[in-house]
């Protein structure tokens, strides 16, 4: 027998754990340690290491984060989101670059395509929030749009300074006289001769947006039927300040995410107005507070709604990144939005019946736009037809200036930065039978383009976004884990500590010290030694003999 083996079966042997007979009165038998008196700090212990440790399996069955996330990110009174999305605490800017025209007279008199000179940007920041809010009971809050655009100075150059651009008014109307009979228009002609209207006028640009003087408009606005009745004033942005009278109705995200944030009707209607057919008078887009979060949805396609484009804005998953940490899926806009009725039928709503279907890159919005010949592009024709850069001078496209994106956190569907980029153009047809522009060629005219867009979150919003994100993603499973771990290492240090008090107490150590003096009238009859402590304090050798073996098989036995 080895030394350790005889020197772990003395230990036994004198601690009084060896298994011994049930009258026995030689040690103490193991089951007598469980009846030991119960130890209520411990007892609390364990009860609380089993909690955390059936909370941390619990916790990690269930996704309770997730639960938490989408409670505070629904369209609620008093949620997270709602504060959010009421009034927005981001900058919003748009901007605007406007095409001056250097050679107004060479285009007209000798036939030179348009020179245009970009001048901007002309910066304004949008002030926005929700108001006269009603929330449903079927998911939907319904709400109205109060706009108020203030001109930036410092980051925009001087807009008072006087720009040549189309005369919109003048073209729209000379457009529109070649559906009509040669009596009309020669009438038209001599009214507008009396009036010395060009075709070309000068404004500043914020006359060309905010609102200048113009006799037809003005005409216009007193006899037009009101359903296309123009404003008072000619401007381009005219109609974004102050309450807008279209009210939105949206999903809320309290009967899933699928629908979070899209457009449930416009107006107490479920499809657009402008276009008759489906997919173009489709209104299930976003308006670009929320949308739903492609970890939900596993949908590459968002949709996005603007008044201002007239139809909904399709965008296209590209890529995965982060910022500031966050994460981000990039959108850029689908391959086929502009494209030309040939290549994309479902494109053919946009020009119904015999009106002129526009090559790749241009878009009808004239149905919003008082029936003005009005299309929009991507800026500087960006990804268009050839044949329209071939027409003017001037223009550069370049993706990385004139694209639009959109980076929105997976999980939330909050945006974390985003830019709207479109071209508003002019398509004339020329007008013979009108002097005053007879000699304007029929074409498609650049007029302005613009930006609008957020480059950063405001500090507090991000913040929230980190913490319901990337810190959760982390912070999560420690907590899980950690609180399966923490009960785990509660309830084995309470047992441990149980095991050790009951063993060790005074009581069993008395005890094994009286069978260690007993055990010590075996010195010498065997060569095994131990070192045994006597009543004196002091150490002897401790020779083991063959009774020690014989008393284990007995005991055995």
């Known amino acids: 027998m080895g030394l350790y083996k005889q020197y772990f079966r003395i230990t036994q042997h004198a601690l009084g754990l060896r298994r011994t007979a049930p ?72 901007k605007v670059y406007i095409f001056n025209v250097t050679n107004p007279d060479g285009f007209l008199r000798f036939g030179e395509r348009p020179k245009l000179q970009e001048v901007g940007p002309f910066v304004y920041k949008e002030d926005m929030e929700k108001v006269n809010i009603k929330f449903h009971d079927n998911g939907t809050v319904s709400y109205q749009h109060k706009k108020i655009l203030k001109f930036v100075p410092e980051l925009s150059v001087d807009k008072n300074h006087k720009l040549t651009v189309p005369n919109i008014p003048l073209l729209t109307l000379s457009t529109q006289s070649n559906n009509l009979g040669w009596f009309v228009q020669r009438a038209i002609s001599v009214m507008l001769s009396m009036g010395s209207l060009r075709p070309f006028v000068n404004v500043t640009a914020d ?45 809320t995200g309290e009967k899933g995410m699928q629908e979070f944030g899209l457009i449930a009707s416009l107006n107490g209607k479920n499809t657009l107005p402008y276009w008759k057919d489906p997919p173009c008078n489709a209104i299930n887009a976003s308006e670009g507070s929320f949308f739903p979060p492609r970890y939900y949805t596993k949908k590459d396609v968002i949709y996005l709604y603007d008044k201002d484009i007239c139809r909904t804005f399709p965008m296209q998953f590209r890529e995965s990144g982060q910022k500031h940490d966050i994460a981000y899926d990039l959108y850029t806009p689908t391959d086929n939005m502009f494209e030309s009725v040939k290549n994309n039928p ?15 890159g241009l878009q009808n919005i004239s149905p919003c736009q008082y029936d003005a010949p009005v299309y929009i592009s991507f800026p500087h024709f960006l990804d268009g037809d050839p044949s329209l850069l071939d027409g003017v001078e001037g223009l550069e496209p370049r993706k990385e200036f004139h694209g639009s994106y959109f980076k929105i956190q997976p999980k939330l569907g909050v945006p974390l930065e985003g830019k709207i980029r479109v071209q508003l153009n002019l398509r004339v047809q020329q007008a013979p039978n009108i002097l005053p522009v007879k000699d304007f060629r029929t074409m498609v005219f650049p007029i302005m383009w613009l930006e609008e867009g957020v480059d950063e979150l405001n500090p507090t919003i991000r913040r929230w976004i980190y913490l319901a994100t990337t810190f959760a993603e982390i912070g999560g499973p420690l907590m899980t884990y950690g609180c399966i771990f923490f009960g785990t290492c509660l309830v084995a240090g309470v047992l441990v500590n149980a095991y050790k008090s009951a063993v060790f107490t005074k009581k069993n150590i008395e005890i094994g010290m009286q069978n260690l003096r007993r055990k010590s009238s075996l010195l010498g009859s065997v060569p095994n030694r131990f070192i045994s402590r006597n009543d004196s304090t002091t150490y002897t050798l401790l020779d083991v003999s063959d009774e020690a073996d014989a008393d284990e098989e007995e005991s055995s036995q």
């Open 23 to 94: 009258n026995s009165k030689d040690g103490i038998a193991l089951q007598m340690l469980i009846s030991q008196p119960v130890n209520h700090g411990h007892l609390s212990v364990i009860i609380i290491g089993i909690f955390t440790l059936a909370m941390g399996i619990i916790l990690s069955s269930i996704p309770w984060l997730d639960y938490i996330i989408l409670k505070n990110i629904r369209l609620r009174e008093g949620s997270l989101s709602f504060h959010y999305w009421q009034k927005p605490g981001v900058i919003r800017l748009t």
């Open 346 to 360: 479902d494109n053919k709503c946009y020009c119904p019946g015999n009106e002129y279907c526009p090559p790749k």
């Open 207 to 251: 006359e060309l947006v905010f609102g200048y003087d113009d006799n037809l408009v003005a005409l216009a606005h007193q006899f037009y039927p009101k359903r296309k009745k123009p404003q008072p004033k000619m401007g381009l942005f005219i109609t974004r300040n102050g309450t807008l009278p279209e009210v939105h109705t949206i999903y």
